[in-house]
């Protein structure tokens, strides 16, 4: 059973009968329920009348849309050109490391954190960094992005040692 | 709204500045860009209110703006007084905050040690430096400056007045001419007229129109768009406005990257108070021409910046590029004539309008009309948003403007146009920016990211990242992009891995050509360039990663080892911990060892250890 279905219900009778309503309307539903589940999308195609095909292809083809759950902060590590230059690639292991992630994994085994790349967060000035939520963090080392965490841990009362 | 009404909320709104600024009175501006929220501007501010209160500075009025270009600096703030030199901070905290405030607010005596230009300055009036010296700023010219949150405020810096003419003394076609004779250029990447494409699109028949605004900026490494849509929305607005007036559009439509969160709220907030002042809607200017602008999201793919993938997109389908013709001019969004335009395009329609054709010419070269908006990162001192004239040599842009190189690493390479462009050499430092002579090296003007690489950069490496992104990216629908782009990544990732052969450079010679005579869209028909470049430029970079398995940058990870030369190592256990994925063990005082299967060859330990027992090779 879905547990946010009045809120779904809303947002689908909102777009119906508006030109092209298929994006907005898989956003909002995703900002419910922070992820489109495989019942989430048969639930939207019923009430919607919208093909189920039709949103799966759209959620699979645009990176916003996430079809796993998702942990509690989101870590976007940005590989823009600049971050790349001034070593992404050594703050996404530092990060993979500190929060134990395997090749392919993407979220911590308890439940804290999602990491994800980004193609360019646009604070190419502060590079590199990383957006965890909504506070992006420049300049980062690897020691700095093991102390980003661990506050975060520390806030969440998680004492967890890797 | 009418021209009279514009006149007098101008004169209010000059009057009001005027008078933050009377005798006594201090100004104290705070850039709060996405850029400068990320360095902490918030946090400067609360602690600048805080302060006011609490020590009860009634003579301090405290304002926002958008982003002025000193990104390596953020958080930036100014403090203006009458017949004072502007004195600009940067790199400001809460704590530098709070002695700026006792030391020049209350003791009048500017804090030298917290200019941006550094200690030494000679002047403080950081707007003399060279970074900003060397720039025209046209479509910047209100960033940094007004608050972009405030209507009245762009009223007061000369906003609306171009609507104002076009509408109510210029006929649709004069508007027209008026951008074509400028000669002004597309600034989204490929450069085309935008006077013509406004044109074909007045001449397609029907009589609903579409204007859109491509605000997707997906290049990595670009933030143009986003800075002009947070420091001065409003332009924006007024660019589309006059272009929907000249061929006859209705609705407007702003296409923006979810991903730039703050510059969609300062497009809202500006959306609804040019409703309210009527110049949005209704019978703008009581000329009989109205006109709406709503918002859209995109969802996060590269190829959407694409015009026909972009409109797919928000048809609510896949974005997937279509064949051309039909031009969106003819056939766009919903089957309807559609003219899309860049956010910068935009921005720059109102000073052509207000100052004609003739005057713009005389900024830029002869073919490319104009300033361009440049986002300079990487390896170079001043990171930041700048906008010079066509025509400035990449020389000056890097070296006068953006400062030269920020550590004593040699230059290596500019990188432009983002994953359709390509690195241009030491070598020919002195190509002019304009589009046909970047195009001549190889790589593209694009949409204006500029990336400065130094002698730390493989450019072997940065082939295979862009590869990786434009692999990544494509939709898919053409076989040699979707195949081809997977197969130059797997080439590139055998050569960083130092188990490439010779004949792996004239396979991606091969790939390249047929990639881009073969895809339908922009994105496979540049993809390869990045790779091309470097071949050109940089070929014995490639040839040393093939046939001496060596990265001479020392960036790819399979060709570099850390070791730890256990005579020299005194157990002092600062790299061990230093080291982020702990794999440096040993006992206090006895060698250490590296364990090299859990290396990340992050180089920690190597800059950390002060005894040189760490190796590199
Ligand atoms: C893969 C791809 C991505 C693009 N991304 C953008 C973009 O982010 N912003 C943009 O203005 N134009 C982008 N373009 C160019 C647009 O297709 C189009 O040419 C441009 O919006 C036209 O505006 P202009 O004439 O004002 O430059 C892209 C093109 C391709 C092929």
Not at chain 1, 98 to 120: H, P
Not at chain 2, 47 to 55: C, G, N, V
Not at chain 2, 197 to 225: H, L, Q, V
Request: aromatic share 6%.
């Amino acid at each position: 059973m879905l547990k946010n279905k009045k809120q779904i219900d809303e947002v689908i009778y909102k777009f119906i009968g508006k030109k092209g309503p298929l994006i907005p309307l898989l956003q909002e539903i995703q900002s419910l329920e922070g992820y489109l589940s495989k019942e989430t999308m048969r639930y939207v195609a019923d009430k919607s009348g919208i093909h189920l095909a039709k949103i799966y292809g759209v959620a699979t083809f645009y990176s916003m849309f996430q079809l796993k759950p998702q942990g509690k902060h989101i870590v976007r590590i940005c590989k823009g050109t600049a971050c790349h230059v001034a070593g992404a690639n050594i703050i996404s292991d530092t990060l993979c490391n500190e929060l134990g992630l395997k090749e392919g994994e993407e979220s911590s085994e308890d439940g804290l954190f999602t990491v994800m790349e980004v193609a360019c967060l646009g604070c190419c000035g502060l590079a590199p960094a990383m957006m965890i939520d909504k506070d992006v963090h420049g300049k980062l080392t690897p020691e700095k992005t093991r102390l980003v965490i661990h506050e975060i841990r520390q806030a969440e009362g998680a004492s967890h040692e890797s | 709204m009418n021209l009279e009404k514009l006149r007098e909320i101008r004169e209010v709104s000059l009057q009001d500045q005027q008078q933050v600024l009377s005798e006594g009175n201090i100004k104290i501006t705070i850039c709060m860009s996405t850029s400068g929220i990320a360095a902490g501007a918030r946090e400067v501010k609360k602690t600048l209110l805080r302060e006011i209160a609490e020590r009860d500075i009634k003579q301090v009025v405290v304002a926002q703006t958008g982003e002025k270009g000193l990104q390596t600096f953020e958080p930036v703030i100014i403090v203006e007084e009458k017949d004072k030199p502007r004195v600009m901070y940067g790199n400001v905290t809460p704590e530098i905050m709070t002695t700026i405030i006792v030391e020049h607010i209350l003791n009048g005596q500017p804090v030298k040690r917290f200019l941006w230009t550094g200690e030494d300055a000679d002047k403080i009036e950081g707007q003399e430096h060279p970074f900003f010296e060397k720039q025209v700023k046209l479509v910047l010219s209100n960033c940094g400056e007004i608050d972009p949150e405030s209507i009245d405020e762009y009223i007061g810096a000369g906003g609306y007045q171009a609507l104002g003419k076009a509408l109510s003394s210029m006929t649709p076609d004069e508007v027209i001419e008026e951008i074509t004779n400028a000669g002004l250029r597309g600034r989204g990447g490929a450069g085309f007229s935008t006077g013509l494409k406004w044109s074909f699109t007045r001449k397609a028949t029907g009589d609903t129109k579409y204007i859109i605004c491509n605000a997707d900026e997906g290049d990595p490494g670009a933030f143009m768009d986003r800075s002009v849509l947070e420091g001065d929305p409003h332009a924006v607005l007024e660019g589309m406005l006059i272009a929907g007036y000249a061929i006859g559009a209705r609705e407007g439509i702003v296409y923006t990257r979810a991903e730039y969160p703050l510059a969609i709220h300062r497009l809202e907030i500006a959306i609804k108070q040019a409703q309210k002042f009527g110049l949005l809607g209704e019978n703008i200017f009581e000329s009989g021409f109205s006109f709406t602008i709503e918002i859209r999201q995109g969802a996060g793919a590269f190829v959407c910046g694409e015009e026909t993938a972009l409109i797919a997109s928000i048809e609510g389908e896949r974005g997937m590029p279509r064949i051309r013709p039909p031009f969106p001019a003819q056939s766009g969004l919903w089957g309807k004539p559609t003219n899309i335009n860049n956010v910068e395009t935009f921005a720059n329609v109102r000073h052509i309008i207000i100052h004609g054709a003739e005057w713009y010419r005389n900024m830029g070269t002869p073919k490319s009309p104009g300033t361009k908006v440049f986002a300079l990162a990487g390896k170079i001192k001043n990171s930041g948003l700048i906008e010079v004239p066509m025509g400035m040599p990449l020389r000056d842009v890097i070296f006068t403007v953006g400062g030269g190189m920020k550590t004593d690493k040699p230059f290596k390479a500019v990188q432009m146009g983002g994953p359709s462009g390509g690195c241009i050499p030491a070598s020919l430092l002195d190509t002019i920016v304009d589009y046909d002579s970047i195009n001549q090296t190889g790589a593209i003007m694009g949409s204006g990211g500029m990336v400065v690489m130094d002698s730390s950069t493989c450019m072997v490496d940065v082939a295979k990242f862009f590869l990786n992104f434009t692999q990544n990216e494509s939709c898919g629908k053409c076989t040699f992009c979707r195949i081809g782009t997977n197969r130059m990544l797997e080439i590139l990732t055998r050569i960083t891995e130092g188990k490439g052969k010779m004949e792996d450079l004239d396979i991606l010679m091969e790939l390249s050509k047929k990639i881009k005579t073969t895809s339908l869209c922009g994105l496979g028909q540049t993809a390869p360039n990045p790779v091309l470049t470097t071949l050109k430029y940089f070929r014995e970079e490639y040839i040393a990663h093939i046939q001496d398995k060596r990265c001479p940058a020392g960036v790819c990870k399979a060709l570099i080892t850390f070791k730890i030369d256990a005579e020299k190592c005194v157990g002092c256990t600062a790299c061990a911990r230093k080291c982020p994925v702990n794999c440096i063990s040993g006992e206090v005082k006895k060698p250490h060892v590296i364990n090299q299967d859990a290396c990340i060859k992050c180089g920690s330990c190597y800059d950390t250890c002060k005894f040189n027992a760490i190796t590199k090779s």
